[in-house]
T-cell receptor, first 115, second 110 residues
Framework: GAVVSQHPSWVICKSGTSVKIECRSLDFQATTMFWYRQFPKQSLMLMAT?????????EQGVEKDKFLINHASLTLSTLTVTSAHPEDSSFYIC???????????FGPGTRLTVL | TQLLEQSPQFLSIQEGENLTVYCNSS?????LQWYRQEPGEGPVLLVT?????EVKKLKRLTFQFGDARKDSSLHITAAQPGDTGLYLCAGEGSNYKLTFGKGTLLTVNP
């Protein structure tokens, strides 16, 4: 069945460095993917919509220069957290719809810890 | 901006008890989805409700969509420890976008 993978599953980095997170759709193509951030015991907050072949659309309050999104192909979107700081530590989750919003698959998430 | 209010935010019950989680909005959604998420994992879709007044059952879980398609509820009968997790409702907006409620953290104690 349709699956979305993320890599890495967890990453620890020093403050000031950049971290790239990959989101891949397996066995299906996704022209749109979504990136969420989730803090402990809280819900998912949509950060941006990744669009294949065009610029990402960011939600209000999300810095596009800090969270770089590249939808390199129909099966891959990447999120790069630039100049990461401890407050960027969070659980980052991507999702991809399979043609409809009510058939949307979520990745397993990436735990980012910035020291 | 469409908002979803989910309640209760935290719920701790004993095995065998029943519970209901509510999801309310002032906006109409074309569909509403319920997810369950375990720590360190992505959300997993439980059900999608589309039609006003719709009721869906998934074993001990019963999902209802309000007539006006603005609210929904999740009822669990005879909860078990394996039901422990974060339950999230999400409303479908335009362009496949989902708006999530704040979630209900359920703990079922043996």
């Amino acid at each position: 069945g349709a699956v979305v993978s993320q890599h890495p599953s967890w990453v620890i980095c020093k403050s000031g460095t950049s971290v790239k997170i990959e989101c891949r759709s397996l066995d299906f193509q996704a022209t749109t993917m979504f990136w969420y951030r989730q803090f402990p015991k809280q819900s998912l907050m949509l950060m941006a919509t990744s669009n294949e072949g065009s610029k990402a659309t960011y939600e209000q309050g999300v810095e596009k220069d800090k969270f770089l999104i590249n939808h390199a192909s129909l099966t891959l979107s990447t999120l790069t957290v630039t100049s990461a700081h401890p407050e960027d530590s969070s659980f980052y989750i991507c999702s991809a719809p399979l043609g409809r919003a009510d058939t949307q698959y979520f990745g397993p998430g990436t735990r980012l810890t910035v020291l | 901006t469409q908002l979803l209010e989910q309640s209760p935010q935290f719920l701790s019950i004993q095995e065998g008890e029943n519970l209901t989680v509510y999801c309310n909005s002032s906006s109409v959604f074309s569909s509403l989805q319920w997810y369950r998420q375990e720590p360190g994992e992505g959300p997993v879709l439980l059900v999608t409700v589309v039609t006003g007044g719709e009721v869906k059952k998934l074993k001990r879980l019963t999902f209802q969509f309000g007539d006006a398609r603005k609210d929904s509820s999740l009822h669990i009968t005879a909860a078990q420890p394996g039901d422990t997790g974060l339950y999230l409702c999400a409303g479908e907006g335009s362009n496949y976008k989902l708006t999530f409620g704040k979630g209900t953290l359920l703990t079922v104690n043996p």
